[in-house]
């Protein structure tokens, strides 16, 4: 495949009229000159090529759930509403609840997701159906011993897989026993796979771990020898500086949601400290239950805004800044290379310049457009080598709204 | 023009299958049965209709400027970036910024906006070109006494639109004298307008007022007769118990701008206390130049967040609640009808529900897809009974990127 006449964002700078080759999966070659050698072209002109971006935490089955529940406290919202849904979710909710996620993920530019729910079978086989890349782990709860029985077929059946990539997922400190955690952990160690896990979300959370444990949530965890470069911990928000000091000497790679934290005002995460303690942070959604969408480029202005405020710093966390959390931090902790530059992963996107927030563009500040003034235009979107959309037509989009529509009103009435 | 077949949000409820019969400039007649007696009928099957939006404080003719300067402090961005820019200015940058602002305005679904900004004239001329609605008040400041000369002229040539209402705009009271503010005041009663002024924006504004007049901006504001119904005061973060009741009693407007509060770091406006105390409060998006775009639903999402947030209050600030405040309270504050009813003027926008980011759409919870979720879809938006877009083409758009990105290369070069 050749994508002819792009504008291409490598590390934050643009480089105009460039032509991407790619064969099977990789991008083999890029440059102002090259030849198509292949059927397919991409007319790429106007057009900006942007890496692959990682939403780097959600639940992409809860997509299902987007609206259903909103303006809740935190416990009233998951024991009256979230719970009993979960409680009658079957495969098929969650086939549909996946694809309409990975429908709305495409349509953003993102090439890969990190995910933690139920039913991780259907999840891996939709996932790779609608062609996205993906970490996925079965979420582990004391309440639901039988789950942690499927984690180890999970990562048998699908380790070997160029699209999925499975992970262990123990839900939280507060849902899991030591002994749930170090088999999690025994589990990563023995298949060489990361860790997933919800820490330090909200205040409760802490007092809870200090009250049980005498220990806040990462000093619990780092005793038993859970964290290491392998666990990437969500949300992350009440951290004490010995907390900070821990993530860092573990080298715990962070995934960062300032929207639902804000949604459901667990609190705002002490980016700060973590950057300066040289944390690896990305970014993510969390699920369209708490956000209510999967837009990370609404991500990255939330996290950018809502930091400068909170330290009353206009001149930190600038666009280039979260720019490269959202992309090369996301690259390190997941260990996948979406550099788009050769020999990379061919997971990019195609953003048409065409539109009026990203006028003027002077294409210096390229960066600052998609941090700040994006409001969609990504017109093609390639993961691994396979073109998911194309002029902004997902194959098959009608059905899944359709589908996914019936497949909620049945939940919400079985 | 009729409008057939769309769900209609009226007041926050979603109203399935009606017909809107639109006369000249007013809806007259809403129902399911309705005749075309018109030629222009729209299908709007699919789409949800809503009413259109105001956006209470911007500087539209800035949009040139966006993502010229970002991440900086207030003052050196000022100093640095926008005032050299702005002592550059001619009519032309001015048609050219407005014309992008009213077209990403469009593409919004927002049909009004209050400005404040430098030539007037050539923002008003444009801004009937495109056909919307807006309230224009020429900048005052001290240091040009010219601009003083300019606004009653402008009064003048603009009382009797039908789109657009002239205003008075006193910069804010670090710049403007009180004989500046009481001339702004006794033209704006002498012709029954409206006065923005921009009011306790950072820390350093009531600093300086308390050293200067031994009062908070507020307080001098009122001392001095300048506070009344016909003020609508933009940002209002800074602001003491004191501050609040005075612009209860003297139900002033406020218009909320979150976005550029927290991208400048300015800070957190207590909404709590001001829609506690019976302020009317709307929402603006700032000019481009600080936020970095237009667009009112991420406004609304970012409203509702922040401010949940900031009082670890999920259930606060609810979808319902900040809806109201970004239709009801705007159409208050501007004494505008808007409201998608029988006799109301014909300002609305029809929304295609089929995007991944509005499924599932059970439509008893539209306004949460509006406010949280919202990620595009204006597919058409009316203004004045006149469709300024239809299936998401805006006649002459790809002319205004080019030209306004031709005339943003030309100032900064000049």
Known sequence: MLIKG?????AGEVIRDQNVLIE???????????????????DAKGMLAIPGLINGHTHLAMTLFRGYADDMKLMPWLEEKIWPLEAKLTP?????????????LIRLGVTCYNDMYYFMHETAEVTREMGLRA???????????????????????WKDDDLIRPAIGPHAVYTCSEETLHKARDLAEKYDLMLHIHLSETKDEVDRSIDEHGKTPVEYLDSIGFLSERVIAAHCIWLSPGDISTLARRKVNVAHC?????????????????????????????????NNNLDL?????????????????????????????????????????????EGSLADLSLIDLKKPWFCPR?????????????????????????????????????????????????????
């Not at 004391?142 to 077929?153: I, K, Q, T, V």
């Not at 073109?387 to 709204?401: A, D, N, Q, T």
């Open 6 to 10: 792009a504008s291409l964002l490598q």
């Open 24 to 42: 099977d999966n990789r991008i083999i070659k890029i440059g102002r000159s090259l030849k198509a050698e292949d059927d397919e072209i991409i």
């Open 92 to 104: 098929k909710d969650i086939q549909w609840g996946v694809k309409l996620g990975c429908l709305e």
């Open 135 to 157: 970490i996925l782990s079965g979420v582990l709860f004391d309440m639901r011993p039988d789950l942690m029985n499927e984690a180890e077929p999970f990562v048998r059946r």
């Open 258 to 290: 300032s929207i639902s934290n804000h949604k459901l005002a667990s609190g705002i995460a002490p980016l700060d400290k973590l950057l300066s303690a040289g944390v690896n942070v990305c970014l993510g959604t969390d699920g369209a239950s708490s």
């Open 297 to 341: 480029f609404q991500e990255m202005k939330m996290t950018a805004i809502a930091q400068k405020c909170a330290h009353f710093k206009p001149d930190l966390f600038r666009a280039e800044d979260i720019w490269k959390i959202a992309t090369e931090n996301a690259y390190a902790a997941f260990d996948l290379d979406l550099r788009l530059q």
């Open 362 to 414: 002077p294409l210096t500040n390229a960066v600052s457009h998609l941090v700040y003034s994006m409001l969609g235009g990504v017109d093609t979107t390639i993961v691994n080598g396979q073109v998911l959309m194309k002029e902004g037509i997902i194959p098959g989009e009608e059905e899944i709204l359709e589908k996914s529509q019936e497949q909620f009103e049945d939940l919400v009435t079985r």
